[in-house]
């Protein structure tokens, strides 16, 4: 008798403009990197068990040093409990819809290669890859629909985790390749999910991503930004149209191909962003790294939250040069290599 086994990957992504409006029912364009990915395994097993990463969640050190050590540099959340709070949340969706779940029971194990810490959508690729893979494993994807999936996996995080996050990532997850969002109020009240629009990745200009080697060694300041926006103040509230608005002037330049405009425009993205959320907030590494590819005549905007950044790439020479200068002070810089559309 064979035994069943099936994997799932999700990759990582990188957003190129719009982004933080779509927290605040803005627009914004994303795109999945393929460079970087986490898969989760499902194989039949007599009962459900689920395995610790050995690197992100360790339980056996050699000493206590080596424990504080680890703690320290990864924190106490690795990725076990998103595989807990993911097949939790799926299980009473599934009972609450009525869905019947016949299959065998299953071990599931993770694997991740995108950084940690750095804005690249790492935990919601984790919480996608194991949803897709237990509506798989049970054979109830016709009960779920790609429109409305990002918002389940966001509810995982919210009120399983308690994990403040948005739905650009998730959309862009679910849906993979290069996608405009537009998260306007009215679209996400009447129905609960925004308008997403897929773009051929032919319109993508070459892209680089760099990002942080040691996130931990910058810490993380919260941003008060979301109490402004509620509060009414006005820059705040004018700085999240202009976002959405580079993202709406974003998608007819790539699809004109005018990529010195999209260049042009991120530069002018993180300027605001600076602006708006303050230097302790973008942290040292944002601010250098941006630093480094400015001395060489090009533009960059942050990829999320973290510390990663996404620009459109130069010729080859001006390309090395700056990743060579990049690579030189600890960052690591790369071709973005987009990823694949996701079939539903």
């Not at 610790?52 to 076990?80: C, E, R, V, W």
């Not at 798989?136 to 429109?147: A, L």
């Amino acid at each position: 008798m064979s035994i069943k086994k099936l994997s799932t990957v999700v990759h990582a992504r990188a957003g190129l403009l719009g982004n933080p409006s779509d927290g605040y029912f803005g627009k914004t364009i994303s795109c999945l990197i393929s460079n970087f990915f986490a898969q989760i395994t499902l194989k039949e097993s007599e009962i459900i068990e689920l395995l610790p990463h050995p690197s992100y969640d360790p339980m056996d050190f050699p000493n206590l040093g080596t424990l504080a050590k680890t703690i320290d540099k990864q924190g106490y959340y690795g990725g076990l409990r998103i595989m807990l709070a993911s097949c939790k949340r799926f299980y009473q969706i599934c009972t609450e819809r009525g869905i019947k779940l016949d299959a065998p029971n299953f071990t599931v194990r993770y694997e991740t290669t995108i950084p940690r810490e750095v804005g690249m959508a790492g935990s919601s690729a984790i919480v996608i890859a194991i949803w897709r893979s237990l509506i798989n494993w049970y054979g109830v994807s016709d009960h779920f629909q790609q429109t409305t999936f990002p918002q389940l996996a966001l509810d995982t995080e919210l009120i399983e985790l308690g994990i403040t996050a948005g739905l650009q990532d998730r959309v862009i997850q679910t849906y993979g390749g290069v996608m405009y969002m537009d998260f306007d109020r009215k679209y996400l009240t009447e129905r609960g999910y925004g308008e997403y629009t897929r773009m051929p990745q032919s319109c993508i200009p070459p892209l680089f991503v760099a990002y942080v080697l040691d996130p931990s060694e910058s810490g993380f300041i919260h941003s008060d930004v979301k109490r402004r926006w509620n509060e009414g103040e006005k820059e705040v509230r004018d700085a999240m149209i202009t976002f959405a608005s580079f993202a709406e002037d974003g998608r007819e330049a790539m699809l004109s191909g005018d990529y010195d405009a999209i260049r042009k425009m991120q530069g002018k993205a993180f300027s605001l962003r600076r602006k708006i959320f303050g230097d302790s907030v973008l942290g040292k590494h944002n601010l250098r790294m941006v630093e480094i590819v400015e001395s060489f005549g090009l533009c960059a905007t942050t990829c999320g939250s973290g510390g990663a950044i996404a620009g459109v790439m130069a010729d080859p020479e001006k390309h090395a040069a700056m990743a060579k200068a990049l690579n030189d002070e600890g960052y690591r810089c790369m071709t973005a290599i987009i990823g694949p559309d996701y079939a539903w």
